[in-house]
């Protein structure tokens, strides 16, 4: 079952597994499972990870091809990109046309992938408390998806290239929308930032080219780069007093924006953080930084109250 000693371990992380046993328990007193930890470990074919580990990092499991059995603690909060690729033989639980990891209290606390790329609907279990990375990535068939209360992660490129996705519907549970989670999904004609996500990732709906309603909610703070580049439907864009930053590119490109009404809180703005919005007026305070941006930038700007 895995000898203390065959656990390299360092302030609570564990750094690597050196022992050569199929069933593995992860040792009280880790929090996190570390990068490469088991990469390529080709004996383990059971690992239970209990309730005290909160991060699984990248490639943590990669290529441990015998792995069939893995069991997540109900206290996960981050699985890193491609934890488990390479894991050809790991069985999962089948709910809605998504394949689920999780633990014998909450089977779909990880929504690991979509059945297959073809699906064109998907149900997500009302547990599911993770979307891992590449989940439903260009699963292109698929039209609707709406995210259940209780789910706080949407990884990385997720729904990536999903060109038949209308309607997405977020709950405010949801704290983190991953790098490039919804771009390319050229057929989303709305979406709402819920108040929950802080920082809106890089290119999270870059490239949605029928993207006409855009409502970012009080409590997001940075509006990351190229977040909603080549939005190129998209006419109107009112920024939320709790915005601080509008990070390089973030609306480049989107050459049919009219208006953006931008607060005094935000006070720094990224290079071409509005580049190639050619027809974009700029509503803000007098002496704002949204002022100074827009003259710097020879953007035709508006005062307003």
Known sequence: ???????????????????????????????????????????????????????????AFHGCKRLSSLVIGNNVEWIDGSAFYGCDSLSYNEHGNSLYLGNAKNPYLVLAKAKDREITSCTIHSDTRIIHEYAFFQCKAITEVKIPDGVTIIGNSAFFNCTSLVNIEFSDSVEYIGVEAFSCCSSLSSIKIPSGVEYVERAALGLCKNLTSLEISEGVTTIGEGAFYYCKRLSHVEIPSSVTEIEEDAFYGCDNLLSARIPESVKIFGDAAFGQCNQLVIYGRAGSAAEKYATENEIEFRAVE
């Open 1 to 59: 079952m895995g000898l203390t000693a065959d656990f390299e371990i360092i302030d609570g992380v564990l750094v690597k597994y050196h022992g050569n046993d199929s069933d593995v328990i992860i040792p009280e007193g880790v929090c996190e499972i570390g990068e490469f930890a088991f990469q390529e470990n080709t004996n383990i074919c059971s690992v239970v990870i209990g309730d005290g580990v909160t991060s699984i990092g990248l490639l």
